[in-house]
């Protein structure tokens, strides 16, 4: 059998083979078996039979054996070819002469190989077409008990005859051909409920099979519908759910996909305002940088007027070196692995109110920070954005008699709020985006990328950053994240 | 004369004890074979006549060969009567001292110490009876085996010359030359003078293929056959004798009984004449001669 063949073959097709071959084999070893039994038993009884001619023909033979006369001879031959299967009838003499001899369709026989002192018919000889029978003819007075010695058996010759296969022959052809013959007639039926009970079996499982190349082709919504045995609707449950899941699965990586297709774009229109802004802020430094390089060139014409220049020059580089350290701090983000833990943020939020503002001693401000802040975040991460926004608010607060920084969490989310300056809430989306200043905020030193930078920490974690604020009322910095359950 | 009383007296105890006493008191047992019909009913008419001349006779049966030795010689005979050759074997295996009596034999039996009673009769019954039916015969035919039944000879030719008849027998060794001598025969054979006188011999008388001939041929040339076989009869001989078993036995157990028995053939005496009826009728035998027969075949 082709392999090819029979691993491209579905199960049915392999398990009708199965049954076909198998019943095909069946069928032809009974049918191979009955007619070697039929014929073995037929050959038997054959065999018998011939031993029995040969024994008769002996009985019969004795008076031409004796009178050795034609007339008996003939009678004795007759006698022998009354059995349609003798081919060849002989009569031998006690000194073994052959007396006489008839062939039927001229079959000439080998050689006789008597055996002297035989009693009774014996197979002499056997060739593919016929078996030799030999008897021994004896005569032998009645042995009555008044007789003064028993008498022994005299033998007076032998005869022998041929008997044809041709019979069995035919009788094996035709037992094999019956055999068959009602073997199928039984095998076939058996057959056909074999086919029946297979489609029966194999259907649920061909449904299977068909829906599972729906859904191997991308269809969606495919349910088996499936009936059977306990194991076959287990399994077309089992599909089921394992396609509800997978659609959920999938679904949930479609939305994955779109989101990310967003923050992609997002960024990239970030990325296009920070080429912006970045060759703005950096325009503005390197002009004053060119502008004070060429009054020192012109203007200049002592070392008072050339120091002050120069410390123009590098306030505008030391300028430009803290803008490229955020944000090369902020470009590293991308890259720094979210390693999330569930963390309180009240103690990093302390940290801080007690560290930033040691840069501003000549500044009061009450800090007030919620106990409890619990957060599931990266907390190296929520330490710079609580930094920024920090920061933030004690940049805008920077006026006021008593700055006053509230750190914790609302209904909203957590917060930082600050009772600055505040601003128009207009122009809150563009607080987030790299280099975003302000109108009011000119006066408020700052690289422009902290917001930016705790925008896309909290927009890592999933979170979301907004603010609200109207001028000269403060501001509060939200932010979001997701639960860690 | 004390002591001679003395001397009676010892004289009388010693004649009483004398073993002669018991040896006057003949001890016959009849030792014969187990065998199935027809034959059982042969013997158990010898028997009967044996009976009728002992009453006080002992029976061995013997099954196997030697199987009744020992209780042959546990009833310690004087008088053996031997039936058959299965009796006469077991007879001469434990005879001993007691005297031996064959019987029920063909013919003679050289290991038969005294006299054996054979079953065949005188030829000359025969040839009486052939004379009788047809007194124009002159010839006999027959062919017989030396072995077998070479002992008859002289007494069918004595026979035959007390009644003016031509014995003419052959000799032969096999059946194939009984053939020939009885087809020769028959081809000159005359009917008014010639008959055919059988023997029971299985090579004379063979009786799948020679019995069979000679009784066609007969009846077809008129011939006529007798037998000193009662079986050639019911195939088709004319006449022949049947033994009459129980005088048989009588005679056999008389004879048993006298001393000095030589040993001798004694023929068939006791017996009937038998006639098969078809062949008498085919050879167209008178009812006068018909009625002297005792048994006829095929019964009517």
């Known amino acids: 059998m082709n392999i090819s063949f029979w691993r491209e073959a579905t199960f049915r097709q392999q398990l009708t083979l199965v049954i076909v071959s198998g019943v095909s084999f069946l069928v032809i070893a009974a049918s191979v078996l009955s007619a070697h039994i039929g014929g073995k038993r037929f050959g038997d009884a054959l065999m018998q ?189 089992d599909f089921n759910a394992m396609m509800a899941q997978l659609e959920d699965v999938r679904s949930g990586l479609e939305n994955k996909v779109r989101d990310r297709t967003t923050a992609l ?169 790299i280099f975003g200043r302000l109108e009011n905020a000119d006066h408020v030193e700052g690289s422009g990328i902290g917001l930016a930078t705790a925008y896309l920490i909290i927009t890592r974690h999933s979170g979301r950053i907004w603010a609200e604020a109207l001028p000269g009322q403060g501001a509060t910095f939200y932010f979001t994240l997701p639960d860690g359950d | 004369m004390k002591f001679s009383h003395l001397k009676l007296a010892i004289i009388a105890l010693a004649c009483f004890f004398y073993p002669v006493s018991a040896a006057e008191i003949p001890v016959v047992v009849v030792v014969y074979p187990e065998v199935s019909a027809p034959y059982r009913d042969s013997f158990e008419e010898i028997l009967n006549g044996i009976a009728k001349r002992i009453p006080a006779h002992r029976v061995v049966v013997v099954g196997a060969p030697g199987s009744g030795v020992e209780l042959l010689r546990q009833y310690s005979p004087t008088h053996i009567i031997a039936l058959g050759r299965a009796g006469k074997t077991e007879a001469m295996l434990a005879a001993g001292r007691a005297s031996v009596t064959c019987a029920a034999l063909v013919y003679p039996d050289r290991e038969c110490p005294a006299a054996t009673f054979g079953l065949l009769p005188d030829p000359g019954v025969l040839f009486s009876r052939l004379k009788l039916l047809n007194p124009g015969s002159k010839r006999i035919f027959a062919v017989y085996s030396a072995n077998q039944n070479g002992w008859q000879l002289p007494l069918a030719r004595a026979a035959a010359a007390a009644r003016n008849l031509e ?88 004879a048993a009984l006298r001393p000095g028995q030589r040993n001798e053939l004694i023929t068939l005496r006791q017996f009937r004449y038998i006639v098969n009826t078809r062949a008498a009728q085919h050879l167209r035998v008178s009812a006068a001669d018909l009625a002297t027969f005792e048994v006829v075949t095929p019964r009517p």
């Not at chain 1, 000194?95 to 079959?107: E, M, P, T, Y």
């Not at chain 1, 035989?118 to 593919?128: F, H, I, K, N």
């Not at chain 1, 619990?374 to 006026?399: E, G, H, W």
Request: proline share 4%; charged share 25%; hydrophobic share 45%.
């Open chain 1, 49 to 237: 039979q011939g031993m029995a001619n040969a024994q008769q023909l002996a009985q019969e033979s004795s008076l031409a054996l004796i009178y050795e006369s034609r007339q008996d001879t003939e009678r004795v031959m007759q006698s022998a070819f009354a059995f349609e299967g003798t081919l060849v009838a002989e009569l031998y003499s006690e000194d073994k002469r052959k007396l006489i001899a008839r062939s039927r369709n001229g079959v000439r026989l080998p050689s006789f190989t008597s055996r002297n002192g035989a009693v009774g018919a014996y197979l002499e000889q056997e060739t593919a077409d016929y078996w030799i029978f030999a008897c021994n003819v004896y005569i032998q007075a009645a042995d009555t008990p008044f007789e003064n010695a028993s008498s022994q058996p005299r033998w007076l010759g032998s005869v022998r005859i041929a008997q044809s296969k041709a019979g069995l022959k035919k009788t094996r052809a035709d037992i094999f051909i019956a055999s068959i013959f009602a073997a199928a007639m039984v095998g076939l039926p058996v057959f056909l409920l074999a086919i029946l009970i297979i489609k029966k079996l194999t259907d649920p499982l061909s449904k299977l099979s068909a829906v599972m190349v729906q859904a191997h082709n991308g269809q969606t919504n495919i349910r088996a519908r499936l009936s059977g045995s306990r194991d076959i609707r287990q399994m077309s449950d």
């Open chain 2, 167 to 254: 014995l003419h027998a052959v000799e032969v060794d096999d059946s194939k030359a009984a053939v020939e001598a009885y087809k020769k025969f028959f081809a000159n054979a005359d009917p008014a003078t010639d008959s055919v006188w059988m023997l029971p011999d299985n090579i004379s008388g063979e009786s799948s293929a020679v019995v069979p001939l000679v009784l066609t041929e007969a009846w077809r040339r008129d011939v006529l056959v007798f037998s000193s076989a009662v079986e050639h009869v019911r195939r088709g001989a004319l006449f022949s004798v049947i033994p009459h078993f129980s005088n048989y036995g009588y005679a056999v157990a008389d």
């Open chain 1, 265 to 433: 774009a997002a960024l990239a229109a970030s990325l296009e305002l920070f080429n912006e802004r970045a060759v703005h802020e950096l325009r503005g430094p390197m002009s004053v940088i060119s502008g004070a390089a060429g009054l020192i060139e012109i203007k200049a014409s002592n070392v008072g007027e050339i120091r002050h220049y120069l410390d123009r020059i590098k306030t505008e580089i030391g300028r430009i070196n803290n803008m490229m350290g955020a944000l090369r701090a902020m470009s590293r983000l991308e890259l720094t692995t979210l390693e999330k833990k569930h963390v309180n943020l009240a103690p990093i939020a302390r940290y801080l109110s007690d560290t930033l503002p040691t840069a501003l001693p000549e500044r009061q401000i009450e800090f007030v920070i919620t106990d409890d802040i619990p957060a599931y975040c990266s907390p190296d991460l929520l330490t710079i954005v609580l930094s920024n926004l920090i920061s933030n608010a004690i940049k805008f607060s920077r006026d006021d008699a008593l700055a006053r920084i509230e750190i914790g969490r609302d209904d909203k989310g957590y917060f930082v709020r600050d009772n600055g300056i505040g601003f128009d809430p207009r122009h809150s989306d563009m607080l987030f985006t």
